[in-house]
Protein backbone atom coordinates (compact mmCIF):
# COMPACT_ATOMS: atom_id res chain seq x y z
CA UNK A 1 0.00 0.00 0.00
CA UNK A 2 1.44 3.23 -1.11
CA UNK A 3 0.65 6.02 1.16
CA UNK A 4 1.63 9.39 1.98
CA UNK A 5 4.22 9.91 4.58
CA UNK A 6 2.01 12.02 6.98
CA UNK A 7 -1.14 11.77 7.34
CA UNK A 8 -3.47 15.27 6.89
CA UNK A 9 -3.93 17.45 9.77
CA UNK A 10 -6.31 16.60 12.48
CA UNK A 11 -6.52 13.29 14.79
CA UNK A 12 -8.80 10.21 15.16
CA UNK A 13 -9.99 10.37 19.50
CA UNK A 14 -10.29 6.28 19.86
CA UNK A 15 -10.30 3.64 22.70
CA UNK A 16 -11.84 0.38 21.94
CA UNK A 17 -13.70 0.91 25.22
CA UNK A 18 -17.41 2.75 25.37
CA UNK A 19 -18.19 5.99 27.69
CA UNK A 20 -14.34 7.33 27.54
CA UNK A 21 -15.16 10.15 26.63
CA UNK A 22 -14.47 10.01 23.09
CA UNK A 23 -17.28 12.06 21.62
CA UNK A 24 -16.95 14.76 23.81
CA UNK A 25 -13.17 15.18 23.46
CA UNK A 26 -13.59 15.48 19.73
CA UNK A 27 -15.95 18.52 20.36
CA UNK A 28 -13.79 20.05 22.27
CA UNK A 29 -10.54 19.74 21.25
CA UNK A 30 -12.40 20.64 17.62
CA UNK A 31 -13.64 23.43 19.22
CA UNK A 32 -10.30 24.38 20.70
CA UNK A 33 -8.25 24.18 17.44
CA UNK A 34 -10.92 26.83 15.74
CA UNK A 35 -10.30 29.17 18.61
CA UNK A 36 -6.68 29.41 16.97
CA UNK A 37 -8.23 30.72 13.82
CA UNK A 38 -8.57 27.23 11.87
CA UNK A 39 -11.38 26.06 10.09
CA UNK A 40 -12.36 22.35 11.97
CA UNK A 41 -14.53 19.60 10.23
CA UNK A 42 -15.48 16.78 12.89
CA UNK A 43 -16.44 13.62 10.94
CA UNK A 44 -18.81 11.45 13.07
CA UNK A 45 -18.14 8.02 11.77
CA UNK A 46 -19.87 6.65 15.04
CA UNK A 47 -22.52 4.49 14.09
CA UNK A 48 -24.83 5.45 16.80
CA UNK A 49 -24.67 9.18 15.27
CA UNK A 50 -24.37 10.21 19.31
CA UNK A 51 -22.25 13.71 18.04
CA UNK A 52 -24.49 14.19 15.14
CA UNK A 53 -27.51 14.29 17.38
CA UNK A 54 -26.47 16.26 20.25
CA UNK A 55 -25.30 19.10 17.82
CA UNK A 56 -29.00 18.87 16.83
CA UNK A 57 -28.95 16.96 13.25
CA UNK A 58 -30.78 14.71 12.28
CA UNK A 59 -29.22 11.29 10.68
CA UNK A 60 -30.69 11.88 7.45
CA UNK A 61 -29.69 14.79 5.25
CA UNK A 62 -32.93 16.75 3.24
CA UNK A 63 -31.26 16.67 0.06
CA UNK A 64 -30.48 12.30 0.83
CA UNK A 65 -26.86 13.01 0.25
CA UNK A 66 -24.48 11.34 2.86
CA UNK A 67 -21.26 10.30 4.14
CA UNK A 68 -21.67 6.91 1.81
CA UNK A 69 -22.31 8.89 -1.19
CA UNK A 70 -18.93 10.63 -0.37
CA UNK A 71 -17.18 7.35 0.13
CA UNK A 72 -18.67 5.70 -2.77
CA UNK A 73 -19.99 8.06 -5.30
CA UNK A 74 -19.15 11.10 -6.64
CA UNK A 75 -20.56 13.39 -3.57
CA UNK A 76 -18.30 16.51 -2.51
CA UNK A 77 -17.74 15.92 1.36
CA UNK A 78 -17.25 19.46 1.52
CA UNK A 79 -21.37 19.94 0.36
CA UNK A 80 -22.10 17.65 3.64
CA UNK A 81 -20.59 19.73 5.78
CA UNK A 82 -23.15 21.61 8.83
CA UNK A 83 -22.54 24.54 10.44
CA UNK A 84 -22.25 24.90 14.14
CA UNK A 85 -23.78 28.24 15.84
CA UNK A 86 -20.11 28.11 17.38
CA UNK A 87 -17.96 27.77 13.93
CA UNK A 88 -16.93 24.24 13.67
CA UNK A 89 -18.07 22.34 10.52
CA UNK A 90 -19.75 18.78 11.42
CA UNK A 91 -19.92 16.17 8.83
CA UNK A 92 -23.22 14.06 10.10
CA UNK A 93 -23.57 10.58 10.60
CA UNK A 94 -26.05 8.54 8.90
CA UNK A 95 -27.67 5.28 8.75
CA UNK A 96 -25.72 4.62 5.71
CA UNK A 97 -22.76 4.29 8.26
CA UNK A 98 -24.18 0.84 8.83
CA UNK A 99 -23.30 -0.47 5.84
CA UNK A 100 -20.30 1.70 4.56
CA UNK A 101 -18.00 -1.18 6.55
CA UNK A 102 -19.18 -3.41 4.59
CA UNK A 103 -18.51 -2.08 1.08
CA UNK A 104 -15.07 -0.68 2.00
CA UNK A 105 -14.81 -4.51 2.66
CA UNK A 106 -15.49 -5.33 -0.77
CA UNK A 107 -12.84 -3.05 -1.91
CA UNK A 108 -9.17 -3.69 -2.23
CA UNK A 109 -8.12 -0.80 -1.01
CA UNK A 110 -10.89 0.11 1.08
CA UNK A 111 -8.97 1.06 4.12
CA UNK A 112 -7.68 4.37 2.44
CA UNK A 113 -11.28 5.37 1.45
CA UNK A 114 -12.00 7.89 4.26
CA UNK A 115 -8.60 9.56 3.63
CA UNK A 116 -9.21 9.35 -0.17
CA UNK A 117 -13.00 10.17 -0.46
CA UNK A 118 -13.68 11.88 2.50
CA UNK A 119 -10.51 14.08 4.41
CA UNK A 120 -8.24 14.81 1.41
CA UNK A 121 -11.21 16.67 -0.42
CA UNK A 122 -12.14 18.51 2.39
CA UNK A 123 -8.63 19.56 3.12
CA UNK A 124 -8.30 20.86 -0.58
CA UNK A 125 -11.03 22.72 0.15
CA UNK A 126 -11.65 25.13 3.12
CA UNK A 127 -10.73 22.71 6.23
CA UNK A 128 -7.23 23.00 8.27
CA UNK A 129 -8.04 20.38 10.24
CA UNK A 130 -10.24 17.25 10.57
CA UNK A 131 -10.72 15.19 13.78
CA UNK A 132 -12.80 12.30 13.51
CA UNK A 133 -15.55 10.53 15.84
CA UNK A 134 -14.68 7.07 15.12
CA UNK A 135 -16.71 3.83 15.63
CA UNK A 136 -16.25 2.23 19.11
CA UNK A 137 -14.83 -0.82 17.96
CA UNK A 138 -12.43 -2.46 16.30
CA UNK A 139 -13.07 -2.61 12.52
CA UNK A 140 -11.65 -1.58 8.55
CA UNK A 141 -13.89 2.05 9.51
CA UNK A 142 -11.70 2.44 12.70
CA UNK A 143 -8.39 1.75 10.75
CA UNK A 144 -9.68 3.47 7.85
CA UNK A 145 -10.12 6.76 9.81
CA UNK A 146 -6.83 6.68 11.17
CA UNK A 147 -4.83 5.82 8.34
CA UNK A 148 -6.74 9.33 6.98
CA UNK A 149 -5.04 11.43 9.96
CA UNK A 150 -2.76 9.03 11.71
CA UNK A 151 -3.03 11.03 14.67
CA UNK A 152 -4.29 9.76 17.50
CA UNK A 153 -5.56 11.07 21.03
CA UNK A 154 -5.99 8.27 23.68
CA UNK A 155 -9.33 9.13 26.17
CA UNK A 156 -9.22 7.10 29.49
CA UNK A 157 -11.31 7.78 32.63
CA UNK A 158 -10.53 5.68 35.63
CA UNK A 159 -12.69 2.82 35.96
CA UNK A 160 -11.11 -1.31 35.63
CA UNK A 161 -10.77 -1.83 32.11
CA UNK A 162 -9.37 2.05 30.82
CA UNK A 163 -6.60 0.75 30.51
CA UNK A 164 -6.52 -2.91 29.14
CA UNK A 165 -9.06 -1.03 26.69
CA UNK A 166 -5.74 1.01 25.72
CA UNK A 167 -3.69 -2.01 25.36
CA UNK A 168 -5.65 -3.70 23.45
CA UNK A 169 -6.12 -0.42 21.24
CA UNK A 170 -1.89 -0.62 20.99
CA UNK A 171 -2.01 -4.37 20.29
CA UNK A 172 -4.54 -4.85 17.76
CA UNK A 173 -4.76 -2.01 15.65
CA UNK A 174 -1.85 0.74 16.40
CA UNK A 175 0.89 -0.99 16.46
CA UNK A 176 0.07 -3.40 13.45
CA UNK A 177 -1.02 -0.37 11.06
CA UNK A 178 2.25 1.82 12.32
CA UNK A 179 3.62 -1.36 10.32
CA UNK A 180 2.21 0.29 7.18
CA UNK A 181 1.52 3.73 7.75
CA UNK A 182 3.36 6.14 9.91
CA UNK A 183 1.06 6.64 12.83
CA UNK A 184 1.48 8.86 16.17
CA UNK A 185 -0.22 9.44 19.63
CA UNK A 186 -0.20 12.97 20.15
CA UNK A 187 -1.84 12.27 23.41
CA UNK A 188 -3.03 9.85 25.88
CA UNK A 189 -5.40 11.70 28.23
CA UNK A 190 -7.33 10.86 31.17
CA UNK A 191 -10.45 12.25 32.21
CA UNK A 192 -13.45 12.50 34.22
CA UNK A 193 -10.69 12.33 36.99
CA UNK A 194 -12.62 13.04 40.62
CA UNK A 195 -10.97 11.55 43.74
CA UNK A 196 -7.99 12.16 45.22
CA UNK A 197 -4.13 10.51 43.80
CA UNK A 198 -3.23 10.71 47.31
CA UNK A 199 -5.54 7.74 48.43
CA UNK A 200 -6.87 4.05 46.77
CA UNK A 201 -9.11 5.34 43.97
CA UNK A 202 -9.45 4.51 40.18
CA UNK A 203 -7.71 7.80 40.11
CA UNK A 204 -4.56 6.55 41.57
CA UNK A 205 -4.44 3.57 39.46
CA UNK A 206 -4.69 5.21 36.67
CA UNK A 207 -2.69 8.16 37.49
CA UNK A 208 0.11 5.41 38.64
CA UNK A 209 -0.30 2.93 35.33
CA UNK A 210 0.08 6.19 33.20
CA UNK A 211 2.65 7.83 34.87
CA UNK A 212 4.92 4.65 35.62
CA UNK A 213 4.05 1.11 33.49
CA UNK A 214 6.93 0.55 31.92
CA UNK A 215 5.15 -2.42 29.89
CA UNK A 216 2.53 -0.21 27.80
CA UNK A 217 4.49 3.11 28.51
CA UNK A 218 7.20 1.69 25.68
CA UNK A 219 5.11 0.84 23.17
CA UNK A 220 3.25 3.97 23.35
CA UNK A 221 6.41 6.20 23.70
CA UNK A 222 7.51 4.40 20.68
CA UNK A 223 4.70 5.92 18.91
CA UNK A 224 4.36 9.31 20.44
CA UNK A 225 5.24 11.98 17.88
CA UNK A 226 8.48 12.62 18.04
CA UNK A 227 8.29 16.47 18.83
CA UNK A 228 6.81 15.27 22.29
CA UNK A 229 8.85 14.10 25.34
CA UNK A 230 5.94 12.36 26.66
CA UNK A 231 2.50 10.83 25.89
CA UNK A 232 0.84 12.21 28.66
CA UNK A 233 0.20 15.84 28.38
CA UNK A 234 1.65 18.20 31.14
CA UNK A 235 -1.49 18.11 33.17
CA UNK A 236 -1.74 14.50 33.22
CA UNK A 237 1.58 14.02 34.11
CA UNK A 238 2.67 12.62 37.98
CA UNK A 239 6.45 12.66 39.34
CA UNK A 240 6.87 8.85 39.57
CA UNK A 241 7.98 9.05 42.66
CA UNK A 242 4.80 10.14 43.95
CA UNK A 243 3.43 7.00 43.67
CA UNK A 244 6.32 5.15 45.95
CA UNK A 245 6.17 7.53 48.83
CA UNK A 246 1.95 6.55 49.05
CA UNK A 247 2.62 2.77 48.91
CA UNK A 248 4.94 3.49 51.39
CA UNK A 249 3.33 5.28 54.32
CA UNK A 250 0.43 7.89 53.56
CA UNK A 251 1.20 9.89 56.27
CA UNK A 252 4.75 11.33 55.13
CA UNK A 253 2.92 12.14 51.55
CA UNK A 254 1.49 15.53 52.64
CA UNK A 255 4.92 16.24 54.16
CA UNK A 256 6.45 15.38 50.99
CA UNK A 257 3.80 16.45 48.54
CA UNK A 258 1.99 19.83 50.50
CA UNK A 259 -0.20 19.99 47.47
CA UNK A 260 -1.29 16.57 45.87
CA UNK A 261 -0.90 16.78 42.49
CA UNK A 262 -4.39 16.45 40.00
CA UNK A 263 -3.76 14.90 37.17
CA UNK A 264 -5.70 14.74 34.02
CA UNK A 265 -8.97 16.48 32.77
CA UNK A 266 -10.75 16.67 35.90
CA UNK A 267 -14.76 15.58 36.26
CA UNK A 268 -16.65 18.73 36.23
CA UNK A 269 -20.93 18.87 35.95
CA UNK A 270 -20.13 21.63 33.70
CA UNK A 271 -18.33 19.45 30.64
CA UNK A 272 -21.56 16.71 30.80
CA UNK A 273 -23.93 19.61 30.88
CA UNK A 274 -21.89 21.36 27.55
CA UNK A 275 -22.16 18.34 25.69
CA UNK A 276 -25.74 17.05 26.70
CA UNK A 277 -26.87 20.89 25.00
CA UNK A 278 -24.39 20.21 22.18
CA UNK A 279 -21.97 22.86 22.99
CA UNK A 280 -18.11 22.72 23.71
CA UNK A 281 -17.03 23.68 27.08
CA UNK A 282 -15.70 27.17 26.37
CA UNK A 283 -19.15 28.21 25.03
CA UNK A 284 -20.86 26.84 27.95
CA UNK A 285 -18.79 28.12 30.62
CA UNK A 286 -15.69 30.44 29.24
CA UNK A 287 -14.50 30.55 32.69
CA UNK A 288 -14.35 27.00 33.31
CA UNK A 289 -10.54 25.45 34.63
CA UNK A 290 -10.49 22.51 32.37
CA UNK A 291 -10.95 24.75 29.14
CA UNK A 292 -7.59 24.65 29.40
CA UNK A 293 -6.82 21.15 28.98
CA UNK A 294 -8.44 20.80 25.86
CA UNK A 295 -6.52 23.65 24.32
CA UNK A 296 -3.38 21.80 25.15
CA UNK A 297 -4.72 19.26 23.20
CA UNK A 298 -5.56 21.08 20.54
CA UNK A 299 -2.22 22.85 20.73
CA UNK A 300 -0.65 18.84 20.46
CA UNK A 301 -2.58 18.48 17.08
CA UNK A 302 -1.35 22.01 15.57
CA UNK A 303 2.20 21.04 16.54
CA UNK A 304 2.15 17.47 15.43
CA UNK A 305 -0.08 18.16 12.23
CA UNK A 306 1.57 19.03 8.91
CA UNK A 307 1.04 22.84 7.70
CA UNK A 308 -2.77 23.31 6.40
CA UNK A 309 -1.53 25.68 3.78
CA UNK A 310 0.68 23.17 2.14
CA UNK A 311 -1.40 20.21 2.93
CA UNK A 312 -4.28 22.07 1.03
CA UNK A 313 -2.08 22.48 -2.36
CA UNK A 314 -0.79 18.55 -2.37
CA UNK A 315 -4.40 17.98 -1.45
CA UNK A 316 -5.84 19.84 -4.24
CA UNK A 317 -2.91 17.91 -6.58
CA UNK A 318 -3.54 14.23 -5.56
N1 LIG B 1 -14.50 15.77 32.49
C1 LIG B 1 -15.78 15.41 32.50
N2 LIG B 1 -16.56 15.65 33.57
C2 LIG B 1 -17.85 15.27 33.59
N3 LIG B 1 -18.48 14.64 32.59
C3 LIG B 1 -17.75 14.38 31.49
C4 LIG B 1 -16.39 14.75 31.38
N4 LIG B 1 -15.94 14.39 30.15
C5 LIG B 1 -16.99 13.81 29.54
N5 LIG B 1 -18.08 13.77 30.32
C6 LIG B 1 -19.39 13.16 30.02
O1 LIG B 1 -19.26 11.75 30.02
C7 LIG B 1 -20.23 11.16 29.16
C8 LIG B 1 -19.58 10.16 28.24
O2 LIG B 1 -18.76 10.86 27.33
P1 LIG B 1 -18.79 10.62 25.75
O3 LIG B 1 -20.18 10.45 25.26
O4 LIG B 1 -17.95 11.69 25.17
O5 LIG B 1 -18.03 9.22 25.69
P2 LIG B 1 -17.80 8.27 24.43
O6 LIG B 1 -16.51 7.57 24.62
O7 LIG B 1 -17.96 9.04 23.18
O8 LIG B 1 -19.01 7.24 24.59
P3 LIG B 1 -19.51 6.16 23.49
O9 LIG B 1 -18.63 4.97 23.67
O10 LIG B 1 -20.92 5.92 23.90
O11 LIG B 1 -19.37 6.79 22.15
C9 LIG B 1 -20.88 12.32 28.43
O12 LIG B 1 -22.11 12.60 29.02
C10 LIG B 1 -19.91 13.47 28.64
O13 LIG B 1 -20.53 14.72 28.64
MG1 LIG C 1 -19.18 8.66 21.53
Not at 146 to 155: D, E, F, G, K, S
Not at 232 to 261: G, K, N
Not at 269 to 297: S, V, Y
Request: charged share 30%; hydrophobic share 40%; proline share 7%.
Amino acid sequence: MSLDPEGYPGAVVSLFKGGVTKTSTSLNVAHQLSERDSEVAVVDLDKDGHLTSLLGYERQLDNGDDIGDAVFGDTDPGDLLVETDFGLHLLPATESLETVEGRMKDRSFGVKLIRTEVVEPLVAGDIDYVLIDPPGGRGMLHDAALVAVQRVIVPLIPSAGSVSGLENLLRRSLVPLRKEVPLDIVAITPNMMRESIAQESGEQMLARELNTNEEFGETAMDLTYDGFDHYLPEYARVDPEFFAVVADDDRSVAATYPEIPKPGIRYRKAINDATRHGLPLAEWEPTNDQIAAFDALADRVERASPDPERERAEAADA
